[in-house]
């Protein structure tokens, strides 16, 4: 099983420069790729993944900094535009974008990184040891690295790790071990066990202390090192925004994947949703997708069932005695059923018939992937 782990890397000065010529090769030599495939293709040409890696020992040559930085890193960043060129063909990506020198930088290396977690260190080729901040250990063999350098230049390295076991076995599916969980706005997630889970609502916190720090940018001159070191600032509220979110919901998936072993949840179309510019900005703090990968890859580690529903259910219309109330507008929270006159609340009962879908659906996601793949 496959498992990635992610640390802080605390370079020296030497090492941050080094590090940082190396995410500038990699960028150089992935727009040179994109440039080079761009061209062919006007010209009736096309050059594959392993024709562009030839041309790197001539590259190296003419642009001699290039030797600084790992010839795999190198090698990967042209295989990463071949993979970005794949994602779109099969219309899971738009069309590869040339990489910019400013925001996230950074580089991957398969294999021929170290650990050594009783000295804090990771050594990486070129570069040596690197001292690194251990928060947890592992065991099993090192696939791949990837260093990666934040907009508040900080610096981290994942590591992809074949743990060399099996996922555990499926726990079986049972209405008394299962929940359902409708996602929101106001209440983050609702369980159908009645559980009502608040939106923290990071990113609307952070708004007045956000807007004054990007009217404070606009006023600095461009080029000037008062407006790059207020960009910094800009850019740490932003990466703590970003930290309590990530804090909040590996939290809260920890947690509903540890008390159940069936999880129902609803296949949202965030990209439609965050269209409603009433809700963009709602939505996209509240970052669905995230929590629901998170569910999806702790339940595979524990061996629990992570079931999904259509996103056309009409989970939140559906009264228990199966009548529909097509005339629900979004603004009603709670609605009283004309045939049997039962009052629900609307996201409880949301949560309870995306349980009652998705004991339906069986087999869970990871079943399906295994069917789809034999």
Same mark, same amino acid.
């Given at each position: 099983m496959l498992k990635a782990f992610k640390y802080e890397l605390m370079p020296t000065n030497d090492?941050?420069?080094?590090?940082?010529? +190396?995410?500038?090769?990699?960028?150089f030599v992935y727009n040179l790729a994109l440039e080079t495939k761009n061209m062919a293709y006007q010209s009736g040409k096309n050059y594959t993944c392993f024709d562009?890696?030839?041309?790197?020992?001539?590259?190296?040559?003419?642009?001699?900094?290039?030797?600084?930085?790992?010839?795999? $890193?190198?090698?990967? $960043? =042209? *295989?990463?535009?071949?993979? $970005?060129f794949t994602n779109f063909f099969k219309g899971k990506a738009s069309f590869p974008k040339f990489k910019k020198k400013d925001g996230r930088q950074s580089f991957r290396i398969p294999v021929a990184v170290k650990v050594d977690f009783d000295n804090w260190t990771v050594t990486l080729p070129k570069y040596?040891?690197? *001292?690194?901040? =251990?928060?947890?250990?592992?065991?099993?063999?090192?696939k791949q690295a990837t260093v990666s350098k934040t907009h508040t230049n900080r610096y981290f390295i994942s590591i992809l790790v074949e743990t060399g076991t099996n996922a555990p076995k499926l726990k079986p599916i049972a209405e008394k071990t299962a929940v359902g969980l409708d996602l929101g706005i106001k209440h983050f997630a609702i369980l159908s066990d009645g559980r009502k889970i608040e939106n923290p609502k990071n990113l609307i916190k952070a708004q007045r202390k956000l807007r004054?720090?990007?009217? *404070?940018?606009?006023?600095?001159?461009?080029?000037?090192? *008062?407006?790059?070191?207020?960009?910094?600032?800009? +850019?740490? =509220?932003?990466?703590?925004?970003?930290?309590?979110?990530?804090d909040f919901q590996h939290k809260l998936s920890t947690e509903i994947v540890n008390q159940h072993d069936s999880i129902c949840i609803e296949n949202l179309n965030v990209a439609g949703m965050i269209k409603n510019h009433k809700l963009a900005k709602h939505i996209s703090d509240a970052s669905w997708g995230s929590?629901?990968?998170?569910?999806?890859?702790? +339940?595979?580690?524990?061996?629990?069932?992570?079931?999904? =529903?259509?996103?056309?259910?009409p989970s939140s219309k559906i009264c228990s005695c199966g009548k529909i109330n097509n005339e629900l507008k979004l603004s009603e929270r709670t609605w009283t059923c004309n045939h049997c006159n039962t009052t629900h609340d609307r996201d409880i009962l949301a949560a309870n018939n995306i349980k009652n879908f998705g004991l339906r659906t069986r087999p869970s996601i990871r079943q399906r992937e295994a069917i789809a793949c034999a």
């Open positions: 090492q941050k420069h080094q590090l940082s010529g +190396a995410m500038g090769s990699c960028r562009l890696i030839k041309q790197l020992p001539e590259l190296k040559q003419s642009n001699d900094w290039l030797n600084d930085t790992p010839s795999q $890193a190198l090698q990967q $960043a =042209i *295989s990463n535009l071949d993979n $970005a040596g040891k690197v *001292s690194v901040n =251990i928060s947890r250990t592992f065991e099993g063999v090192v004054i720090a990007q009217r *404070s940018l606009e006023r600095k001159q461009k080029g000037s090192n *008062s407006r790059e070191k207020q960009k910094l600032v800009v +850019a740490k =509220i932003y990466e703590k925004v970003t930290n309590q979110r990530k929590f629901e990968t998170m569910l999806r890859y702790k +339940a595979e580690w524990n061996g629990k069932n992570l079931l999904q =529903i259509g996103r056309f259910e």
